[in-house]
């Protein structure tokens, strides 16, 4: 067959939900509301689906940042786990309910596998107002699962959501809030301590590098100035070509490189348009 040629397709009744997810043998994972699908990957014969959001309207768990829907994520030990009205751990093969943590999941959360088999998930906790502080505080906590059976290890009220991920070391990066300021927070895998906060006001989920390297848009705020070697322009209907112009521009969204083990800022590179999905 020529490259490109489909070697299967399958109808679906609804739209698929986000992206999908391959299995080591092959198995394709893609949710459905409010239906996970596990299907051949070699034929697209269906080999199960587990309802994983009763008496919802849709499947919850959009990565917040891009909004491109639920993914499921596949561990090491043969479980599929996906974000529903609980986060529910799967067997791959039967598609059968190994455990789930019932938690107060909304569109932009869906979970992330790190040392040890760990499952860590974001989901909301109570909104109030601060009496004293006079504004309305988000409860939002990111927790840390034992993958084998659901267990909470330790909690971690991040005061954001997104997409936790996961550094070479075991290093939990996700975006919340510190002092009333958007931020990334690094925590340690194991225990949950924090080992840094940088303020920075975060567009999409932080991608890892092997070498620890954290890539991720920001949105950024206000004007810049530089000066452009050559700019052409339309005046009076002419093209006028100026030197060493001087230009103010609203230039903050950008790409930027952080030190995953300090936070420390390597590079960053403006992009003139807000970054809506990860590097």
């Not at 917040?64 to 786990?81: A, D, F, R």
């Not at 924090?194 to 890892?208: E, G, L, Q």
């Not at 950024?220 to 112009?245: I, L, Q, R």
């Amino acid at each position: 067959k020529k490259p490109g040629t489909p070697i299967w397709e399958k109808t679906l009744k609804d739209g698929a939900y986000g992206s999908a997810a391959v299995g080591a043998d092959g198995t394709v994972y893609f949710c459905m509301p409010p239906w996970i699908y596990a299907v051949s990957g070699k034929t697209g014969s269906i080999k199960w689906r587990s309802d994983v959001a009763i008496g919802t309207s849709r499947l919850n768990g959009a990565i917040v940042e891009n909004s491109t829907g639920t993914v499921p994520v596949i561990g090491q030990n043969g479980v599929v786990y996906v974000v529903g009205e609980s986060l529910f751990a799967l067997d791959a093969v039967t598609g059968n309910k190994k455990w789930s943590f019932k938690g107060n999941f909304d569109s932009g959360f869906t979970s992330a596998i790190g040392i040890e088999g760990n499952v860590y998930v974001t989901s909301f906790g109570k909104s109030y107002l601060d009496q004293k502080k006079n504004k309305w505080i988000n409860d939002q906590t990111l927790h840390a699962l034992a993958g084998k059976t659901g267990q909470v290890k330790w909690e971690f009220k991040a005061h954001g959501g997104g997409v936790p991920a996961i550094g070479p070391d075991g290093t939990v990066y996700v975006s919340g809030l510190f002092e009333e300021k958007r931020c990334l927070y690094a925590l340690d895998g194991r225990s949950g301590v924090k080992k840094w906060a940088v303020k920075i006001d975060i567009s999409t989920a932080p991608v890892i590098d092997a070498d620890g390297t954290i890539y991720l848009g920001v949105l950024g705020h206000g004007a810049e100035k530089f000066t452009v070697k050559e700019w052409t322009e339309d005046v009076g209907g002419k093209k006028v070509t100026y030197s060493n112009k001087k230009v103010t521009w609203i230039v903050d969204p950008k790409i930027v490189a952080l030190d995953g083990r300090t936070g420390g800022k390597k590079w960053e590179f403006v992009t003139l348009a807000q970054i809506k999905s990860s590097p």
